[in-house]
């Protein structure tokens, strides 16, 4: 606490009293208990006896009036809560007690004014009967509001997410904001007290010597290492450390950033970008618009084109004609809804061959599940395509009607579960055999019956979307594979159409005109949550029961 001299010599005209009215003793309790200038005395009914120049001063400066001798001081402050206030500090002095007490006055919050106030009873010649009180009063209001303003400081300090450190030349750490003790775990007390060592496990001396010289020629450095909980747990962290001088003493202000996760997020950019980079896969970003914004070097190699003939064109840059608009027009569509297509385009390189592509695009999303972009992952499927084509059709496709075969149609099945677990949509396996097809393939032969089946398969293709599947089992036998169903009246919607083509009259190469229908067993994943073969089991069920219900119907599994 600050110390006052006392004032042995003392203007007394600056000292206002009632002469008349007050002793001797009065006046030398008044003059010799004063540290300070700021004094006054009042009576028993809290009227002045005397007061010096300071204190009339301050009276005017805080509640704007002119004091005078014989004025009632509770009457001078205006607000009640203080007049209250000092009212009760007065009867505890005119009750006989001596004490110091700290008050303050005002109107506003940062306005007022605090003292640290001496108070003490006069009593008469006797020394038994109390006639006044004496008050004199120092002035702390500035390291008041120096208080205030480092409790308000420490209170920023602490609400800021960042750990802050204030770190002494001996690398010891005497200060530390909440957002610090939370990230370690240790209390405010724990901390302090602790040096650098003790909350990094990696730094050396050379490193921190390094970065004591940084801070001194740039007044700043900035490095990543590692802290320490009390747990024994490390976590990844970014300092930047500032120089800070008090009284003369420099200190290092450091603010330390919880860099877990942006490391992590870093780690995957890094892998994702190598995974762009080394795929054999051409792979294409595009906005929303079709516009492409970056491609791969994979991509380059199978166009022809370089990467700055590629960014900023528009997807049908490639187009090689062989496709009408509906075809674009539907994967667009498919695109929109789905938020993914999977199939075959044909496109025009750079020199002008046109090769086939196996494409697969998926939307990419923000928070707030808007797409924001599209990734096309593609692969050039012409190469060595007449030799390698030859053998997929024999492995995958029916050789009769060129649809997938039952190899094919199953590999489908489980890359459309998957899709269907991801987007959380539904999807159709149906299981199709003709009836009455035994006569038209033992009264006509088998050609015919061929002819049949290739054109019961084109009607199956055309009666159903561009995502759908249709396959040949054997026989006269086929598989549905129907994406993307959003209600079983959907579903019934398809399989209604396939059954109305497939009802429809047949022209044999003799002109005679023959008439088939067909049995449909269907099951709906994932409300039917069973594995890829037993999804055929059921639908293959299902028809059995179709057939035995009268047939050309089709029949849901439960």
Known sequence: MKRYKRISNIDLDEIYSINNKTNTNLLRAVLESSPDIIIFALDTEYKYLAFNHGHKMVMQSIWGKDIKLGMNMLDVIDRADDCKKAKNLF?????????????????????????????????????????????FNLDISEPKQNEKQLKLADLSLNIITDAIYLINNNLKIIYVNQAACDSLGYTKEELIGKTSYDIDPIITPEQIDKITKNVELYHTAEFETKHKRKDGSTFDVKITTYPYISDNTQFGLSIVKDITESKKTDEKLKLLASVFISAKEGIIITDTKGII???????????????????????????????EK???????????????????????????????????ISAICDSEERVSSYVGLLSDITTGKDYESTLERMAFYDSLTGLPNRLLFAERINQAMMISKRLKTSMAVCYLDLDKFKPVNDGFGHSAGDMLLIEIANRMQNSVRESDTVARMGGDEFALLLLNIKSVEECETIIIKILESINEMFVLPNKESVKVTASIGITLYPHDNAASDLLMRHADQAMYLAKESGKNRYIFHS
């Open 91 to 135: 009867d505890r002095t005119l009750n006989g007690e001596s004490f110091i007490d700290e008050t303050e006055y005002g109107d506003e919050t940062f306005d007022r004014k605090y003292w640290q106030t001496f108070y003490s009873p006069i009593y008469d010649d006797t020394a038994k009967n109390i006639i006044g009180l004496t008050c």
């Open 326 to 360: 509906a075809f674009y027009k539907n994967m667009w569509n498919e695109l929109i809804q789905n938020r993914y297509w999977i199939g075959e385009i044909w496109n025009r390189k750079k020199n002008g061959e046109i090769f086939v592509e196996r494409l697969t």
């Open 293 to 323: 914004v970056d491609v791969n070097e994979a991509y380059t190699l199978i166009s022809g084109y370089s990467k700055e003939e590629i960014v900023g064109q528009n997807t049908g840059f490639l187009k090689s004609e062989k496709h």
